[in-house]
């Protein structure tokens, strides 16, 4: 098997391919053109859209060239792909300005230079075609009852499927035959929801120029306890620190659970194999490794910067933060007076916003989940009675306390 393939295996990126040995032989011949698409039907970019965006950089690394495909115009009708409803239909402005934005947070990551790494936009072919044309020359090639049999369109006919998202499979496959025309393109990836759609394009070249091409697709991620992959209390794990905060991104990745360890250091960071193997060792604490998972990955998101201010400042919650930067942290200005007067835990909770009502807060304190910086800043203690009262004595010389709800949410409280 080529090595390329080979590690994509390894590190989790393979879940289906339609000739596995004849796209290794492919790559052991020469360097091979393959694409990813992304719609951008929202204006960031999520944690669940970076998954081929990290195979996209493995297979650059071993010398094959990778185009990422912005779907401006696949996005005018939307993908119906294991969706349970139509998507929303955006304006053809508001998809331009969607598409700009995650265009440049895949070039923060992927580092596009026009060679090895280049970009295109699939509204620059679609947003002319002649619909007469368009069926005469490709939807001759398509059977319904084929497209019927499709897991991802037999899903939505329960629930209805609109006759414009019936044609997003004519439209990726269209894709693919332009970026063969264009660039020589030999291979999609992309997650395993889409396998029905790639199939589809390489049939569809296979048909018209006579040329394999190949389809390569990943297992959809999802956790130890099978919930989908990325998503936190406040929905997706968005790439746009507006959304999700450095911090808060960092959290996340600092508190998988103990069975995706390895799993997520394979498929999020660039650490060799055996590094990966010495850090998830029998015997090792699994809380430094997945430190250095949180660190790898925000540091390739958001910069080392911000990714050493969210690891201090994550310190600091669990700590007490003696010394430690605080500054990642979320926080909330509460009136000094209140505090000094002697705020009520519960209140305190759900004005810090670490709950969104006196009962959730209630429960939290009850089931032992309310933790608070102890006198002088010190490091957090548990607060199981419901009418105890934090006061001024819980803040540190600069005024502030943290608060921490359950393991993952903290608050970095300033009185003003």
């Known amino acids: 098997m080529n090595p390329a393939v080979e590690n994509l295996k390894t590190r989790g990126f393979f879940a289906q391919c339609s000739n596995a040995e004849g796209l290794s032989g492919l790559m052991d011949k020469e360097p091979v053109t393959f694409y990813i698409g992304i719609d951008p039907t929202g204006s960031s970019a999520h944690i669940g859209h970076m998954v081929p965006f990290f195979a996209l950089k493995h297979l650059v690394n071993a010398g094959h060239r990778g185009i990422a495909l912005m779907g401006a115009g696949t996005a005018r009708i939307g993908d119906p792909s294991f969706r349970s409803e139509t998507r929303q239909i955006l304006t053809y402005e508001q998809l331009d300005k969607n598409a700009a934005s995650i265009l440049s947070q895949l070039d923060n990551f992927v580092g596009f230079d026009g060679d090895r790494t280049i970009t295109a936009n699939n509204k620059d072919w679609l947003a002319s075609l002649n619909y007469i044309d368009f069926l005469r020359e490709i939807g001759v090639h398509f059977s319904v009852n084929r497209m019927l049999t499709m897991e991802a369109y037999r899903v939505r006919m329960e629930t209805g499927l609109s006759f414009i998202e019936f044609n997003y499979q004519l439209l990726q496959s269209y894709d693919y035959l332009e970026l063969y025309r264009r660039y020589g393109c030999r291979l999609q990836i992309g997650g395993d929801d889409q396998w029905g759609n790639i199939l589809a394009g390489v049939d569809l070249i296979r048909r018209i120029e006579g040329t394999e091409v190949y389809a390569l697709t990943f297992p959809l991620v999802t956790t130890a306890d099978g919930n989908k992959m990325g998503k936190t209390l406040k929905g997706a794990l968005f790439l746009d620190p507006a959304i999700t905060s450095p911090y808060e991104f960092f959290q996340y990745w600092r508190n998988v659970h103990d069975a995706d360890i390895r799993r997520f250091l394979l498929m999020f960071t660039f650490l060799p194999v055996d590094e990966i193997d010495s850090l998830v060792s029998a015997g090792k604490n699994p809380n430094e490794a ?21 690891m201090s400042g994550a310190r600091a919650a669990f700590g007490g933060g003696e010394g430690a930067d605080k500054s990642a942290m979320p926080r909330a200005e509460l009136p000094r007076a209140k505090i000094e007067a002697g705020y009520n835990i519960v209140d305190l909770f759900c004005d810090a916003g670490l709950a969104s009502t006196k009962s959730e807060a209630r429960r939290l304190v009850e089931q032992g989940g309310a933790f608070v910086s102890m006198p002088g800043g010190g490091e957090l203690s548990t607060i199981s009675d419901v009418a105890a009262v934090i006061g001024g004595k819980n803040l540190d010389e600069a005024g502030e306390m943290i608060l921490r709800a359950g393991k993952k949410r903290y608050c970095l409280v300033r009185a003003k």
């Not at 990955?297 to 910067?305: E, F, Y």
Request: hydrophobic share 40%; glycine share 4%; net charge negative.
């Open 290 to 310: 997945k430190e250095r998972l949180a660190w790898e990955i925000t540091a390739l998101i958001h910069g080392k910067d911000e990714a050493d201010k969210s």
